[in-house]
């Protein structure tokens, strides 16, 4: 638990010269981002390791964040992934079963900057009204800030258009998994009759995503951001997955779109993407894809399917879209958001081939969408 500071321990600076004031806690220091905005209630942190969030800092509009404390089992990947935190209230001392540190020591020990005592309803107005926002955070235990440097360090933020952030969050080398999804009381077991052989691409994979697969009978290797057609079909898959990751899919896509192409061109492979795979498989069938205001960040999204006709509730986490106008003959949109009428899905006709924008492995519906992980194993299934 981190006590509350006298005086302003942490700076939050926006490009346009904006500053927030608050208590820091988590790392010292400063760092550089696009600053977004999460609605979610809970999973702070699977937020903060989720890869797709590189290059940004997190708003959480809900105030209680903290209360639960961190635990290894939580973790989507290895250590957090977001640049920081910004929040409403100091975290207060965790009180779950679960628990096995706090989340201030927790960004302390990874190096991830936090602050505390933020007015977050007015920042997240501010996002919504002119955009996500380049900022500048620091951490000074002193209260002493530069802000003239903290402005311009925000302003020098180059942003995520343009860049590719996937090659920075992929697997090193490939790898396979086996772990399914937490179950009471067992907690995570593994997978140990799969029956369809699956190459998962990274571009920055949640590891409850890669359970999701296991817990659909898949036997999953994991393949980096940069594998090739050749690299895929030496497994000898009976279907490819391409998954979640951050930064601007055209960026990504000068090498990713190749190999995607050649698995349609080549192969009747079934086909199954999510985030940023979904806007992989998007720019291979000839879509665009455009930079978003201020992105779509919760896990309380109603998404809805144009097939069935209901109603889900989602998880989401982007700040690119599918450009649905664009998307050419023989590929149907099968998903749109509620909110805005932006693109959440696509499947191509008469092809096992379909993607969605959203994060079915989040549970928030709570499994509203985990029929899309059977969907792509019964596509397997069917073509065996």
Known sequence: MTATATHPTACLALAD????????????????????????????QEIMTDPSYAGQIVTFTFPHIGNTGVNPEDDETADPVAAGMVVKWMPTQSSNWRAAQELGDWLASRGRIAI?????????RAIRQLGAPHVALEHNPEGRFDIEALVAAARAFEGLEGKDLAKDVTCAQSYR??????????????????????????????RNILRCLASAGCDVTVLPATA?????????????????????????????????????????????GICLGHQMLGLALGARTAKMNHGHHGANHPVKDHDTGK???????????????SLP???????????????????????????????????????????????????MQARA
């Open 116 to 124: 505390g005592g933020v007015d977050t309803r007015r920042l997240t």
């Open 329 to 379: 003959d023989g590929v149907l949109e099968t998903h749109v958001s509620l909110f805005d009428g932006s693109n959440c899905g696509l499947r191509v006709q008469d092809r096992p081939v379909f993607s969605v924008q959203h994060h079915p492995e989040a549970s928030p519906g709570p499994q509203d969408s985990f029929y899309l992980f059977e969907r792509f194993a019964a596509s």
């Open 177 to 206: 998994w086996d772990e399914m999804r937490w179950a009471w009381p067992e907690g995570y077991t593994r997978q140990t009759n799969p029956r369809h052989k699956v190459v998962a691409v990274d571009y920055g994979a949640k």
């Open 311 to 325: 109603v889900e509730i989602t998880s989401m986490n982007h700040g690119f879209a599918v450009d649905s106008q």
């Open 17 to 44: 010269g904006t500053l927030f004031y608050g208590t820091g806690f988590g790392a010292t220091g400063r760092t550089t981002a696009e600053l977004c905005f999460n609605t979610a209630m809970t999973g702070y």
């Open 228 to 272: 090739s057609y050749d690299d895929v079909m030496a497994h000898k898959p009976d279907g490819v997955f391409l998954s979640n990751g951050p930064g601007d899919p055209a960026a990504t896509g000068s090498y990713a779109v190749p190999m995607i192409r050649a698995l349609l061109d080549k192969t009747d492979l079934p086909i199954f």
